[in-house]
Structure formats: structure tokens, C-alpha cells
């Protein structure tokens, strides 16, 4: 553990859920100026410093329990500490939870001592907190308030709650466009979390990673991350952006990571964007990425290493989150006939016995998978040649063509084969895959062997939210949406009956509405990722019914 892990906390008895809305969340009214002493460099008095400069990154919380919440942020205090510098004092942050945004009716409150080598970031595990509750929280130091969060607990483990709803977003690329994404979720009073399934943020340099040609906004640092100093540079700067820091204010966040956390395509050995000698070590590196995230994300560190995790929401659903970089096999080169090789794995054995046996104990209504990449048999042979090669750069395939996205699960059909079999011979229904990484959005049926589908039927389901700005077909191909890619998606569905629908094209977000009768997935979309101001519509929506692995269109989204 890390000198910020170490948290003193005292906890009082909790209150009832506030009854305030608080707007805007990630606005905390008028800087106020604050003393600061003298200044570390010059000796002298140091100039007032105000809340905004102090809490540069916002506040965050996640992983939501029945009993408490994970807060999070980040200190700067003095000028020259900033994110990955290694500057910067030894800093005292107090915290508290109330039960109101004015802070009238304190719950909860303690302190924390942040260094450089946490690179001044602070995490609070805050319980004692009552289930299913609305909570505001803010930080103190340097004598000035951050801004003001919102989250909100787990439902009670034994509790039959009518519903949880949770936005779902993946591959938010900062140099591609504006997050209007997470403005549109952080806009909504009806979420009790956001499932982020990954890439979080991009590594490459700048203009290394296509943007349709068009870099929207400069990466920070400019060149790609390797080191420890790169990564949390790269993460402070994504907490800069307005629309994040709102998401992050106005809901807890569960998080996972893919790839691009670390290297693009990356394996427990290495990745495809990870030149050895040239970026150094492997090892270090990851392990570099995985300490940044864990300092930058509101993730529990009690699950170092790895974010393989399990969450609970009352009787209604358990929410298994899986790790699918850490502990895999490399990519088998597409045609290598290695995709079948039971030795081959995606998740190691000691996670997917895990899953498997979670799956089998759980007694909720629905079993949720966050898996980063799609678990879905998807064909992509018939699709015409002039889109094989933008949908390799997509999938990060060779462009000489491509039968299978050897990165996702179709790379590692023995753990899929396994898993799937599981849910089948146990008996074990209503299980809903959420899923990333592929800059599209899909609604399918997972059947054990896609082959005999529909003469078998599906065992799961599965929804997959398209990017938030990362580029998708129609930008590789400077083309018109739902033009072009047309083609290509009457070709995937023709080979891949069990996929219901599939967009190439728009960027977006999701919101799951989960039920004991069903779950749901609102498809949405926004009108141009270029855009700081771009409108959201609704694209479409689609559900399982319980008992039936089966999804079906509807024709309104969840209210």
C-alpha cells in the first residue's frame, strides 16, 4: 500500500437520502482565494490560491457497496506539483459525506495524507453509510473546499429493489473529439452508476492513433506514454476536461480497463504498440500504467493488480467485472489456427474459475459481465473487401483482410467454449454480457456454438456500447454515416444470425435499465464527436427478457 491508502476515517451515524437536487455538480460557485504560506521556492509569502486551483481534477467516487463508497481526488499544492512531476508537499486533505449538497447534516468525515509518490492523489473508502442513498462529499485543504460530488450506495444485499440503471461507456480517445458523451450522462438524475468497460485513455503520441486525419485537441505529454511520470501526466490531463469531471461528480463510476490503459493490444507479455528495447521493459511499463490507474481512478486498491471484482445490487443483480489484459495469452496471428489451442487463455484460469463459480452461486435475478472485449462469435469474411482494411486498422488486425478479431474472445475459443458451456449444463439464465473496445454498437444472442444458431439457443446476451469519440468506420473511411458501412452491416449480420444489430457508424453511450422482468439497453448517440456542444438522440433499444436469452427490439427507452 501506497502512504495515500493509509486513510484515518471516523464515521458517524448516517442520515436519510437528500432531497436537493445539486447543479451543476462539478461546480463548487466563485473561487475563493486562500493563503497558503510562504512559498517553497522564493521564501516569500506565496500569492492567494484559490479552491479551483487546488482541486485542478475534480472529485470522483465508485465501486458503490451497500454500506459505503469510494471518494476520490487530487491536490495541487503549489504551482510546480503537477500530475506526474514528483514535486510537491506532504499534504493534509480532510473529507466529508453529508446527506445534503448545503453539507447541513454531516455523516461522515476523516482525513488523509498525500505525498509526491502518490502523486498527491487521495482516495477515501468511506462505510457506515445506509443502502440505497443519495450522498453529497467534498475535500479540504490548503485551507478551501473542492467542488461538491454526488454519489450514491448499493442497494441493500437482501433488498428487492425495483430497478438500477447505470450509464455504459467505453474508448473515449481525447485527441478524436470533445466527451459530450459524459455531459449527457452527468446531466441525468436516474443513474445509480456508470459502468466505464475501458480504454479510459489512449497512449499513443500525438496523431498516432487516427483521428479521421484530425487531431481535435493535442495529447499531453505529446509523445506516447511509457513511463510512470507519462501515465499520470496523461491522466491528469483527462481530468482536466469539463464533461469528465461532471460525469465524475455526478456519479459513482465502476471501472475496468482494456487496452489502451497500458499498449494497444496488449497481452500479459506484452503488446502490439510496445516496441521491447526501444520502450524498455515490458513489466515495468504495465506496471507503471497499472499504478497510475490505481492512483487516478476512483477503483478500490484492495483489488491491486488486477480489476477483476464483483459487485452486488440488492436481489437484483451481481455485476461480475473482468481483467482481460493481465493475465492473457498473446494474440494468435489471424489464419495461425491457434485461435482453438485449449492452451491458449483470455482470462488465466484462476479468473475464469472465478467467474464461473460466481455465476453459478448468485442468487439475484440477473448475472452482469463487464467483459472489455465482445464475447460474441462475429464472423467478418463476407464483408466486401474495401472494408476489410478499415475494419482491420479498427480491430487492429492486419489489413490484408480478416475472418476473425483475434483480440477479442473469437481469439480464445477454449475459455469461450468453456464459459458458455458452463452457463448451459448449470442451468444458469439470465446472464448479460456489457461490452467495449470495438468503437460499435451491437445488440446479440450468445449461443455456444454461433454455427447451429437458431437450431440451439442462446445461452447469454450480450449489449456493446460504441466509442465515446475513437474512431469507427465511417471515420476511417471519410465518409458519410450509415452510408457506406451499410453494406458491411448487412453483411456481418447475414453470416452472424445472432447478431440483432450492429452501427458501425455514430459515437455514444448507453443506459442499461436493469428489472426483475428484464433488462434494457438505450442506445444513444451524439450528433459530432468535434463538437463541445453536440446534441444526443436516441438510437435505438433493445432488451432480454427474463428466462428467455433472447433480445428483442423496443420501441421506447426506459423511463
Given at each position: 500500500?501506497?502512504?495515500?491508502?493509509?486513510?484515518?476515517?471516523?464515521?458517524?451515524?448516517?442520515?436519510?437520502?437528500?432531497?436537493?437536487?445539486?447543479?451543476?455538480?462539478?461546480?463548487?460557485?466563485?473561487?475563493?482565494?486562500?493563503?497558503?504560506?510562504?512559498?517553497?521556492?522564493?521564501?516569500?509569502d506565496a500569492p492567494p490560491r484559490t479552491d479551483a486551483q487546488v482541486f485542478q481534477h475534480g472529485v470522483a467516487s465508485g465501486d458503490p457497496l451497500p454500506d459505503g463508497i469510494l471518494l476520490w481526488t487530487r491536490v495541487t499544492p503549489e504551482p510546480g506539483a503537477v500530475p506526474g512531476s514528483g514535486r510537491g508537499p506532504d499534504t493534509t486533505v480532510g473529507w466529508e459525506v453529508a446527506a445534503d449538497p448545503g453539507f447541513g447534516t454531516v455523516v461522515a468525515r476523516g482525513t488523509a495524507t498525500t505525498t509526491a509518490a502518490a502523486d498527491h492523489t487521495v482516495k477515501a473508502?468511506?462505510?457506515?453509510?445506509?443502502?440505497?442513498?443519495?450522498?453529497?462529499?467534498?475535500?479540504?485543504?490548503?485551507?478551501?473546499?473542492?467542488?461538491?460530488?454526488?454519489?450514491?450506495?448499493?442497494?441493500?444485499?437482501?433488498?428487492?429493489?425495483?430497478?438500477?440503471?447505470?450509464?455504459?461507456?467505453?474508448?473515449?480517445?481525447?485527441?478524436?473529439?470533445?466527451?459530450?458523451?459524459?455531459?449527457?450522462?452527468?446531466?441525468?438524475?436516474?443513474?445509480?452508476?456508470?459502468?466505464?468497460?475501458?480504454?479510459?485513455?489512449?497512449?499513443?503520441?500525438?496523431?498516432?492513433?487516427?483521428?479521421s486525419g484530425k487531431v481535435v485537441r493535442q495529447h499531453s505529454p505529446t509523445h506516447e506514454i511509457i513511463t510512470l511520470a507519462d501515465y499520470r501526466t496523461r491522466h491528469g490531463v483527462h481530468k482536466t476536461d469539463p464533461d469528465l469531471r461532471a460525469l465524475h461528480a455526478a456519479h459513482p463510476m465502476i471501472a475496468i480497463w482494456d487496452d489502451h490503459e497500458f499498449a494497444d493490444n496488449a497481452w500479459s507479455g506484452g503488446a502490439v504498440n510496445h516496441t521491447p528495447g526501444a520502450e524498455g521493459d515490458w513489466a515495468t511499463r504495465m506496471a507503471a500504467a497499472?499504478?497510475?490507474?490505481?492512483?487516478?481512478?476512483?477503483?478500490?486498491?484492495?483489488?491491486?493488480?488486477?480489476?477483476?471484482?464483483?459487485?452486488?445490487?440488492?436481489?437484483?443483480?451481481?455485476?461480475?467485472?473482468?481483467?482481460?489484459?493481465?493475465?492473457?495469452?498473446?494474440?494468435?496471428?489471424?489464419?495461425?489456427?491457434?485461435?482453438?489451442?485449449?492452451?491458449?487463455?483470455?482470462?488465466?484460469?484462476?479468473?475464469?474459475?472465478?467467474?464461473?463459480?460466481?455465476?453459478?452461486?448468485?442468487?439475484?435475478?440477473?448475472?452482469?459481465?463487464?467483459?472489455?472485449?465482445m464475447i460474441s462469435q462475429v464472423a467478418f469474411g463476407s464483408v466486401p473487401a474495401h472494408l476489410l482494411a478499415p475494419l482491420a486498422e479498427l480491430l487492429g488486425l492486419p489489413k490484408e483482410g480478416l475472418a476473425v478479431n483475434t483480440d477479442q474472445w473469437d481469439g480464445y475459443t477454449d475459455d469461450r467454449r468453456e464459459l458458455l458451456t458452463h452457463l448451459r449444463d448449470r442451468g444458469i439464465g439470465n446472464t448479460v454480457f456489457l461490452t467495449g473496445d470495438i468503437h460499435m454498437a451491437w445488440a446479440n444472442e450468445v449461443p455456444v456454438k454461433a454455427a447451429t444458431?437458431?437450431?440451439?439457443?442462446?445461452?447469454?446476451?450480450?449489449?456493446?456500447?460504441?466509442?465515446?469519440?475513437?474512431?469507427?468506420?465511417?471515420?476511417?473511411?471519410?465518409?458519410?454515416?450509415?452510408?457506406?458501412?451499410?453494406?458491411?452491416?448487412?453483411?456481418?449480420?447475414?453470416a452472424n444470425r445472432h447478431v440483432k444489430w450492429l452501427d458501425m457508424d455514430s459515437h455514444g453511450y448507453g443506459v442499461l435499465d436493469v428489472s426483475a422482468e428484464r433488462t434494457q439497453m438505450d442506445y444513444y448517440t451524439v450528433s459530432d464527436r468535434t463538437d463541445p456542444h453536440a446534441t444526443t438522440a436516441l438510437a435505438r433499444s433493445y432488451r432480454t427478457r427474463s428466462g428467455t436469452q433472447r433480445v428483442e427490439r423496443v420501441r421506447q427507452p426506459v423511463r
Open positions: 500500500m501506497t502512504d495515500h491508502d493509509q486513510i484515518s476515517r471516523r464515521t458517524a451515524v448516517t442520515a436519510a437520502a437528500a432531497s436537493a437536487a445539486l447543479l451543476p455538480f462539478a461546480t463548487a460557485g466563485p473561487a475563493r482565494a486562500v493563503r497558503t504560506g510562504p512559498d517553497v521556492q522564493s521564501g516569500t473508502d468511506v462505510r457506515g453509510l445506509a443502502p440505497a442513498t443519495a450522498y453529497y462529499y467534498r475535500f479540504t485543504a490548503a485551507g478551501t473546499h473542492s467542488p461538491v460530488g454526488r454519489t450514491r450506495t448499493a442497494p441493500a444485499h437482501d433488498a428487492k429493489a425495483p430497478n438500477i440503471r447505470f450509464g455504459v461507456v467505453s474508448c473515449a480517445n481525447w485527441e478524436a473529439g470533445y466527451f459530450s458523451p459524459y455531459r449527457h450522462l452527468a446531466a441525468r438524475r436516474d443513474l445509480d452508476a456508470v459502468l466505464h468497460l475501458g480504454d479510459y485513455l489512449y497512449e499513443y503520441a500525438t496523431g498516432g492513433f487516427p483521428a497499472k499504478r497510475a490507474y490505481f492512483e487516478w481512478m476512483p477503483v478500490r486498491t484492495s483489488t491491486a493488480g488486477t480489476t477483476y471484482r464483483r459487485l452486488r445490487f440488492g436481489k437484483l443483480a451481481d455485476l461480475h467485472l473482468l481483467d482481460l489484459r493481465t493475465f492473457r495469452d498473446e494474440q494468435a496471428k489471424p489464419g495461425s489456427g491457434k485461435v482453438d489451442d485449449p492452451g491458449r487463455s483470455i482470462t488465466g484460469r484462476a479468473q475464469l474459475d472465478w467467474l464461473k463459480a460466481g455465476l453459478e452461486r448468485s442468487d439475484t435475478a440477473w448475472r452482469l459481465v463487464g467483459t472489455s472485449v444458431y437458431p437450431a440451439t439457443p442462446p445461452v447469454a446476451t450480450e449489449f456493446v456500447v460504441t466509442s465515446v469519440t475513437s474512431d469507427n468506420v465511417d471515420d476511417f473511411l471519410h465518409v458519410a454515416p450509415h452510408t457506406v458501412s451499410l453494406v458491411g452491416v448487412a453483411a456481418v449480420r447475414a
